[in-house]
């Protein structure tokens, strides 16, 4: 309410002597009013915002007068009327040449996105036979393996044939060898015949081999 008021005063001229007078003279006119108006005589107690905001463009745009526009006269009418209007074709014929260059171009970059895909697909096919070509290397590196293996372990095997029928030699050498060496003075007929017959196989056998 106090913002309308002091509007009205300044800005709209509303109070004694405002015809014809400055802003000034209206900012001491409402002032005086102001005070004069109030039960308790008191002075206007926002004059110093007053001071910063008053040439805001809010408060500014106050003070421009507002009207309607004036109406064209009969020779701006007439003026108006008399500019000829210029109508858009229907249609657009480009030349024929734009037409072909176009279509050249059009063809041009059909063949050059061929090409491109073409070369895609090389790149692609010969990537798939190089992935091709490692797994089979890896294939048959595992079955080389496997192969090595299979040959170490039958490496192995034949090692401990060989290592079972040293031993077996071994032991039957020196059973042998007990026979061929025993006392048989002491033994019965029928054992001293036993041995006996042991002895001339143990004999037979190594004057065979």
């Known amino acids: 309410m106090l913002v309308s008021w002091w509007l009205n005063v300044v800005f709209e001229g ?3 002597k405002s015809s014809g007078a400055s802003v000034d003279d209206k900012q001491a006119n409402a002032l005086t009013m102001y005070k004069n108006d109030d039960p308790l005589h008191r002075t206007f107690q926002y004059i110093h915002c007053w001071k910063i905001l008053k040439d805001h463009s809010k408060w500014t745009n106050r003070r421009q007068p507002t009207g309607p526009q004036k109406p064209l006269s009969k020779k701006q009418k007439t003026a108006a009327d008399s500019t000829p209007a210029i109508d858009a074709p229907d249609h657009i014929h480009w030349p ?5 260059e176009k279509l050249k171009l059009k063809q041009r970059s059909s063949i050059e996105a061929f090409d491109y895909l073409l070369a895609k697909k090389k790149e692609v096919d010969a990537e798939k036979e190089l992935k091709k070509k490692e797994r089979e290397l890896k294939k048959e590196e595992r079955e080389l393996k496997k192969q090595e293996m299979c040959q170490k372990a039958l490496a192995l095997q034949e090692e401990r044939i060989k290592l079972d029928k040293k ?15 025993i006392d048989m003075s002491t033994m019965s007929t029928r054992q001293q015949q036993f041995y006996d017959d042991q002895q001339k196989k143990i004999l037979a056998r190594r004057l065979g081999n």
Do not use: V
Request: proline share 4%; aromatic share 8%; net charge positive.
């Open 14 to 16: 509303r109070g004694p």
């Open 96 to 100: 024929t040449g734009t037409k072909k």
């Open 167 to 181: 031993k077996f030699d071994f032991e039957r050498d020196r059973e042998e060898e007990r026979i061929i060496n």
